[in-house]
């Protein structure tokens, strides 16, 4: 059993309380998703993200094929961190942290992605072609998304 992580670091230049509105708000995932992947949530995501919440998502990220995702809040502390796991989708196993922390000029996030995938040794052999290419393109583009919306950040010199 291969479990994988991604790992990614961004800077904005906004303070704690904006990019915590913004990042528990699960509307705005669709604002920083591809929009080739069709990414829409059918169910739960009408208010912030509180432990215990159900969302449920449709999405295509391959050769236009819909899959339906379902995910589950298990962890908040307001203005620090939140955790997501998906409870049905293409995953075996998917499991996102996701940190907050002011910093001068402005907030530093921080993901951690652990996550398994389906079929065993066939799962292992595509994950460098297809599966951890496509996980990486959509988080830059997230973060040119997060810069388009929110500026650039700028660190600050002594």
């Known amino acids: ?84 796991e998906q409870r049905f989708g293409p995953y075996d196993l998917w499991h996102h942290k996701h940190f907050f922390r002011e910093i001068e000029g402005g907030v530093e996030m921080e993901d951690i992605i652990d996550y398994k995938l389906p079929l065993g040794f066939i799962g292992q052999a595509v994950h460098p072609l297809l599966v951890r290419p496509k996980l990486e393109e959509i988080f830059d583009f997230r973060k040119k998304k997060l810069k388009e919306l929110f500026g650039s950040f700028k660190k600050e010199t002594v």
Not at 36 to 48: A, L, S, V
Not at 55 to 75: C, Q
């Open 1 to 84: 059993m291969k479990i994988y992580q991604l790992h990614a670091v961004q800077r904005i230049p906004i303070s704690l309380q904006e990019a915590w509105n913004f990042f528990s708000d699960p509307a705005n995932l669709k604002v920083i998703t591809p929009t080739y992947m069709g990414f829409d949530i059918t169910m739960g995501g009408d208010r912030p993200m509180f432990a215990g919440q159900i969302i449920e998502y449709i999405v295509t990220p391959i050769a236009g094929i819909k899959t339906k995702w379902v995910t589950e809040i298990t962890h908040v502390k307001v203005l620090e961190y939140f955790v997501d």
